[in-house]
């Protein structure tokens, strides 16, 4: 039931919490032990982040973009605690590995709509399916909301397919992301520019 990726870390995983400096459920710092991977240049980055083997933290600040990763693609995630030199430079706290859905472990639809205070809504469809060889998977997420104050609003459109293939000697997968999303996190104001 969670909106964001960080916001259902938070609340299921141990040693986990998340910071919302700036205000927006999509831009939230996860912090695992102290060590962070967060959105934000300039924020101290300790952990790595792989979805199906690679590895989605940013090249320049190492900063992970947690709206690109749609929520109801994930399959499984694993949270490897300490610094090991398999997962790459900066991994200092840790590494965490999503693994999604196929259409060969998930093969049926499913949907839900949400809706909240300050004008928010979500639509979520996932969809897979299998004939024993050949499997796809395609998720879809619309969220949208007006924001907790004046100016703050956010609008997230994420697209996720899968191809498997699956023989004797093998499997082969192709998998596609896109993202078209507006986010205003306006960080911590004044009151008198909240008004």
């Keep these: 039931k969670a909106v964001s990726l960080t916001d259902f870390m938070n609340s299921t995983m141990q040693s986990v919490n998340d ?98 205070s300050w004008g928010r809504r979500q639509a979520k469809v996932s969809a897979g399916a299998n004939n024993g060889t050949l499997g796809g998977f395609v998720a879809l997420n619309y969220f949208d909301e007006d924001g907790w104050r004046k100016n703050s609003p956010s609008s997230v459109r994420q697209a996720y397919g899968r191809l498997d293939v699956q023989g004797v000697l093998g499997s082969a997968t192709l998998s596609a992301m896109h993202a078209n999303n507006t986010l205003v996190g306006n960080g911590l104001v004044p009151y008198e520019q909240w008004k």
């Design 19 to 116: 910071n919302d400096y700036q205000g927006n459920p999509f831009q939230q710092d996860l912090v695992f032990r102290g060590f962070a991977a967060s959105p934000l240049i300039g924020t101290p980055q300790g952990l790595s982040v792989y979805v199906d083997g690679v590895r989605v933290n940013e090249p320049f600040g190492e900063v992970v973009n947690w709206d690109l990763i749609p929520v109801n693609a994930i399959q499984r995630m694993d949270l490897m605690p300490g610094s090991d030199p398999l997962f790459g430079l900066n991994t200092l706290g840790g590494a965490l590995a999503i693994t999604t859905k196929s259409g060969f472990t998930f093969p049926k639809v499913e949907g839900t709509v949400t809706g909240g």
